[in-house]
């Protein structure tokens, strides 16, 4: 808020007359103060009946200071003035502001002048009347140089009037180098605020800006330039308006979009929007045209059309840049839409038709698309559905009609190769769209296949235009059946020859996972094979309600769970396929995991222990772990750390504590790790040891590392010519540059 050092007040009141001698508040050399004097009324009710006068003066050479209690306080200097008198019942306020330099937040005013004129004839004190009544007022403002948030302004300047229950907007200007807004009004003041909306007026607005880039300040990479004109008109009547306007502009350009002519036209009548034309032109061929009219009020009634030709997408290019995406746009595209409704109860009636060819977007070339769809509260047909480029193909057939949704012909071919098939029919309620209607009915019919055979994941994920580290081939089929209520399903995935681009040594892996749903139960079973190690068997059994969970829109928590992990014990040596630095690992490891309770409240049973006798680094300056032995163990909703100490280069360490589940996504940490001397760092200059005791607390996501580290027994090495040799007649030898510093760094994953 405000604040000031002093604040001091001389006030005495004698024969019927209060005398204010002196009201001053200071803030180093800023000052307030206030004269006057004042017949006293016989009642609180007689104020502004009887003869007074105040003045104010006050001078603020230092905003900042006064503002400081503010979160962004305002800077620069200012100044005040005023008198008000009242005599006959008549109260004659004249009130003068100056401000300079100002600053507020990320704007600024060099120079900013108001003055207030006003009068007002005080009614009776035992009548009640309007506000407005007997007021009338002059209110001029002049400001020069705005700058806000890399906007710019040169003046503004405004005249606004009252006279009772009438206000006129004189003139409004807005200046910046030759553009100028300008805005002229009227408006009848409501006797009750709460129907300021409802009450009449009119609003001219004019704008004819011959460069709109005038308007931002420097080289924004935002700016648009061109010119644009503007004209509009508004009556206000009972909360809306009938009215019109126009836009015209040329050669606007914002980034490296280019519209060479854009112009609109409408009118507003009767809380209906109607847009006459409007027409975007891009070049000579290219354009976007739209026409139609929309109500204001609820259910929101609407028709239109909307007309799109574009024979490169690249114009769009620059505005995917704005948005962060550097991806290559090109292709031509052509869309047509006409359609009509009501918003609010989506009962919409229309036709799209949308074709690309030759297109381009990141990786994926030769673009083609072509969707025909039309749509009626009663009915969706989607009868092509094409997509394509020079890597993937998918096509696919849609209609949803009374209690169904159905997409037939659902193909995805790589190349020559037909990757995918299948076919869907789900109970889906499309005139329940827009209402609080269920979409889904529970007794509705469900049938679905899919299958896919030998899909390149890797491939496919650069077709979309991801990427991801794995390569391999899937296998998938999927059938359901039945109900919603009632549903049968069963998905076989097989993932063969998985390998990673990045782990040269990695022995190729195979995963398999069959998931079945019956009875309202899922069963999952799935195996991890690799020729390194045991193979890893997961299997999950829990309650799978489709019905329910679409209705509430998630899993409840409170569902049951009971899951297995197993791996038999295996050697440790295969971890060398992802720590490629690993020169030797000897061990062997093993896990037992069960986990039941529910997804809230998980509970979990089994351990997993490792050991290892000796890992060896080939780089020599690393540490050896040696005499490494964990078991870790669960048990309810926890995971505890009976066991875990080992050697680094002969120094021990150990880390004991739990991790907690509160839920089964929401881990919470309580971990300490002591070590005593252990080898952090060697090379010929250096030997680095250190003692340890950290420990981390809280959940994942904000969890704390507090603790001490402190280096131990440690040696640093380094060549000192004490006495430099030279030849007589020559400066001594230099010192030499310094070594570069050791690379303690793990370049390789998954320590990266």
Same mark, same amino acid.
């Given at each position: ?5 002093t604040?001091?007040?001389?006030l005495?009141?004698?024969?019927? $007359?209060?005398?204010?001698?002196g ?24 104020f ?15 905003l900042? @200071? ?13 100044? %005040?003035?005023?008198?008000? *008198? ?6 004659v306020?004249?009130?003068?502001? +100056?401000g300079?330099?100002i600053?507020?937040?990320? =704007? ?5 002048v108001?003055?207030?004129?006003a ?16 007021l ?6 002049? %400001?020069?140089?705005?700058?806000s ?12 009037? $009252?006279?009772g #229950? ?7 200007i ?33 704008? /004819? ?7 931002w ?18 009556d ?5 308006g009938?009215g019109?306007?126009?836009?015209f502009?040329?050669?606007l350009r ?24 409007? +027409?975007?032109?891009?070049n ?6 739209a ?5 204001i ?17 690249? $114009? ?20 047509n839409?006409? =359609? ?18 030759n ?17 009626? &509260?009663e009915?969706l ?5 094409? !997509? ?8 696919a ?10 997409i ?8 020559? @190769? ?19 209607? &269920?979409?889904?009915? &529970? ?7 899919f299958q896919?055979?030998?899909?390149d ?11 991801? &580290?794995v ?7 999927f ?29 190729? @892996? +195979?995963?398999?996972?069959?998931a ?8 999952i ?11 890893v ?12 969970i ?6 409840d928590?409170q ?12 050697? %440790?040596?295969?971890?060398? #396929? ?9 061990g062997?490891?093993?896990?037992d !995991? *069960?986990?039941g =309770?529910?997804?809230?409240?998980? !509970? ?6 490792m050991?290892?006798? /000796?890992?060896?680094f ?27 100490? =080992? ?23 309580n971990? #300490?790790?002591?070590?005593d ?14 003692d ?12 704390? /590392?507090?603790?001490?580290v402190?280096?131990t027994?440690?040696q ?10 030279? /030849? ?25």
């Amino acid at each position: 808020g405000v604040v000031f050092d002093t604040a001091t007040v001389d006030l005495h009141a004698a024969n019927g $007359t209060a005398i204010i001698d002196g009201l001053e508040v200071t803030q180093g050399p800023s000052r307030f103060t206030v004269r006057g004097n004042s017949e006293l009324p016989e009642t609180l009710d007689g104020f502004g009946q009887n003869s007074a006068t105040i003045e104010l003066r006050g001078f603020a050479p230092d905003l900042a @200071a006064i503002t400081a209690g503010m979160a962004k306080p305002i800077t620069g200097s200012g100044e %005040v003035s005023g008198r008000i *008198n009242i005599k006959d019942a008549t109260v004659v306020a004249d009130l003068n502001m +100056t401000g300079s330099q100002i600053g507020f937040g990320a =704007g600024s005013v060099e120079k900013a002048v108001v003055n207030v004129r006003a009068t007002k004839q005080m009614p009776p004190p035992d009548q009640e009347r309007p506000y407005f009544e007997g007021l009338a007022s002059d209110v001029r403002l002049d %400001v020069a140089g705005v700058r806000s948030s890399g906007f710019a302004i040169d003046e503004l300047a405004g005249e606004v009037r $009252t006279s009772g #229950q009438n206000v006129s907007i004189e003139q409004l200007i807005v200046n910046r180098a030759e553009n100028r807004l300008t805005v002229r009004g009227q408006y009848l003041l409501p006797r009750d605020f709460a129907l300021a909306r409802s009450q009449p007026g009119i609003v001219d607005v004019s704008l /004819v800006a011959p460069n709109v880039g005038d308007y931002w300040e420097g080289d924004s990479p935002d700016r648009v330039t061109g010119s644009l004109s503007l004209w509009a008109r508004t009556d206000l009547r009972q909360g809306g308006g009938d009215g019109w306007f126009e836009v015209f502009g040329s050669d606007l350009r914002a980034r490296n979009m280019v519209i060479q002519e854009l112009s609109a036209s409408g009118a507003t009548a009767a809380n209906v929007v109607y847009l006459n034309d409007l +027409t975007a032109k891009l070049n000579a061929r290219d354009y976007i045209r739209a026409n139609g009219s929309a109500a204001i009020n609820a259910p929101y009634q609407y028709s239109g059309r909307l007309a799109m030709d574009v024979a490169d997408l690249g $114009t769009f290019e620059s505005i995917l840049r704005a948005a962060g995406n550097k991806s290559e746009l090109a292709g031509a595209l052509a869309v047509n839409w006409e =359609g009509s409704g009501a918003i609010s109860t989506f009962k919409n009636t229309g036709t799209l038709n949308l074709t690309l060819a030759n297109g381009r977007f990141a990786d994926l070339r030769k673009l083609e698309a072509k969707i025909d769809a039309n749509y009626s &509260p009663e009915e969706l047909n989607v009868p092509i559905i094409f !997509v394509s480029s020079d890597k993937v193909m998918f096509q696919a057939v849609m209609q949803a009609k009374g209690e169904t949704l159905e997409i037939t012909r659902i193909q995805i071919d790589q190349g020559t @190769a037909k990757y995918a098939a299948g076919y869907a029919s789900v109970p889906f309620v499309w005139g329940n769209v827009g209402t609080d209607r &269920p979409l889904f009915t &529970p007794d509705g019919k469900v049938l679905l296949n899919f299958q896919s055979e030998n899909l390149d994941i890797n491939k496919l994920s650069k077709d979309f235009g991801a990427e991801i &580290p794995v390569t391999g081939l899937a296998n998938l089929k999927f059938d359901a059946d039945g109900t919603l209520a009632n549903l049968r399903a069963a998905l076989d995935l097989q993932f063969t020859g998985l390998q990673s681009e990045k782990l040269q040594d990695f022995t190729p @892996a +195979t995963f398999g996972l069959s998931a079945r749903v019956e009875n309202n139960q899922l069963v999952i079973d799935g195996k991890l094979r690799q020729a390194r190690i045991e193979p890893v068997q997961m299997t999950a059994n829990l309650p799978f309600d489709l019905a329910k969970i679409i209705e509430n829109k998630a899993i409840d928590e409170q569902t049951p769970v009971s899951a297995k992990v197993q791996m038999p014990r295996s050697s %440790v040596n295969f971890v060398r #396929q992802f720590v490629p630095a690993l020169e030797r690992v000897d061990g062997n490891m093993a896990l037992d !995991v *069960n986990v039941g =309770g529910t997804i809230a409240k998980p !509970v979990f049973s089994g351990a997993a222990d490792m050991t290892i006798n /000796v890992a060896r680094f080939s780089n020599a300056t690393l540490p050896a772990l040696t005499n490494f032995n964990a078991r870790l163990v669960f048990d309810g909703d926890s995971l505890t750390f009976p066991q875990f100490r =080992g050697e680094l280069a002969g120094g021990p360490f150990t880390v004991s504590g739990q991790i907690t589940f509160p839920k089964l996504t929401e881990p919470n940490f309580n971990l #300490q790790l002591r070590a005593d001397a252990v080898l952090v760092a060697r090379n010929d200059n250096l030997t680095a040891r250190v003692d340890a005791n950290l420990r981390v607390e809280g959940p994942l996501a904000s969890a704390s /590392v507090t603790g001490n580290v402190a280096i131990t027994n440690s040696q640093f090495l380094k060549n000192l010519d004490l006495i430099p040799i030279g /030849v007589p007649g020559r400066p001594p030898p230099g010192p030499k540059p310094p070594a570069a510093t050791p690379d303690l760094s793990f370049p390789n994953p998954p320590l990266r």
